[in-house]
């Protein structure tokens, strides 16, 4: 298990062809290797062969990564307002955010409003401009942009001290100093884990876990995501169930999951600051708290999409 100071939530917001894939891909294949000790995984094909396999991009759904003893988990964001209820959902689940922009396009207004509700959510940014290495990069340009786009959209005094971080995605390196070459994506974990606060919570305290998403997936049937806010939840164990109506059912649970790289993990028990999957809850709805069987208190509402929206 990860105690909870190793721990950081965030997610990342970048328009189209920003490079979010071949950044997360990027991460993906550096996860761990800057551990001493530690042989240093080939994921190069790992992920390129998943991808091809499923037809999908990886960010299809969460990742995580590992950077010196802490997991950084990603969750994917849809990239424009189409999906206003989504992402509002998927932006309460972490803590920090990276706005990945491309150093010549600039910033895009179609990740204006997701940048809003995370700024609105007083999640704390971490700016990425990538594709340096662009003949047409226009790099403090762009930052000005950037920084005019926060104000705008009203980011407080602290988010307004975003760091920025210059990236060449596709090389897998990241620099703070744009005019000095960096050899890895080290400066962009070390921002994060240093910038981006750990979850808060007591891992002792009664279970609160609120369902931002659910799935259905082929072999484990029905399935809730979601972050534990409070306590730990356990594989097979009783959970009170409330609905939005305030009703509390109690169930069992099946198994509990964590994102591991591009897999699902399962783990005997998860603690608060995780996000986990949670199987075995066959009517479990977006919105609902998995409480103690105990002591059930739901955790606030969040918005829930149109069910038209829901079906994409
Ligand atoms: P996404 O839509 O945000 O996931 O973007 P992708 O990761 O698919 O990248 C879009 C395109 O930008 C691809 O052709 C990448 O190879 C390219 N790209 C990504 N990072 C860089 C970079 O650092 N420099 C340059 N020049 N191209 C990049």
Redesign the pocket.
């Known amino acids: 298990m990860t105690t909870i100071s190793k721990i950081r939530n965030i997610a990342i917001i ?10 997360v891909d990027g991460m993906l294949k550096q996860s761990g290797i800057f551990r001493e000790n530690q042989v240093v995984q080939e994921r190069v094909m790992d992920s390129n062969d998943l991808e091809k396999e499923r037809g999908i ?1 990886i ?1 299809a759904k969460n990742t995580s990564v590992r950077y010196q003893g802490y997991k950084i988990n990603i969750v994917d964001t849809p990239g424009h307002s189409d999906f206003g209820g989504e992402v509002e959902r998927v932006l309460k689940m972490v803590d920090g955010v990276l706005l ?1 922009v491309d150093a010549a396009e600039g910033p895009m207004p179609q990740t204006r409003f997701v940048l809003r509700k995370a700024l609105e959510l007083n999640l704390v940014p971490v700016v990425v401009v ?5 003949p047409d990069a226009r790099i403090n340009e762009v930052v000005d942009e950037v920084y005019e786009l926060f104000f705008e959209l009203g980011a407080n005094d602290e988010q307004l001290e975003f760091p920025v971080v210059y ?5 897998g390196v990241a620099t703070m100093d744009p005019d000095e070459p960096g050899q890895n994506l080290k400066p962009l974990f070390e921002t994060i884990i240093s910038h981006c606060p750990a979850p808060q919570g007591d891992p002792a305290a009664p279970l609160q876990l609120l369902v931002n998403n659910t799935e259905y997936d082929p072999y484990i049937g029905r399935i809730a995501i979601g972050r534990v806010w409070q306590g730990s939840i356990a594989g097979g164990q009783t959970v009170a169930v409330i609905d939005h109506e305030g009703n509390i059912k109690n169930f069992r649970v099946g198994r509990i999951y964590v994102f591991e790289g591009l897999e699902r993990l399962e783990v005997p028990r998860a603690s608060c600051g995780e996000i986990v999957v949670v199987s075995g809850l066959e009517d479990i709805k977006i919105g609902e708290t998995i409480a103690d069987k105990d002591l059930p208190v739901a955790l606030p509402a969040i918005t829930v999409d149109e069910p038209t929206l829901e079906m994409t």
């Open positions: 970048a328009h189209v062809d920003h490079g979010k894939t071949t950044l991009t960010l990945l990538n594709k340096i290495d662009r990236a060449v995605a596709r090389q």
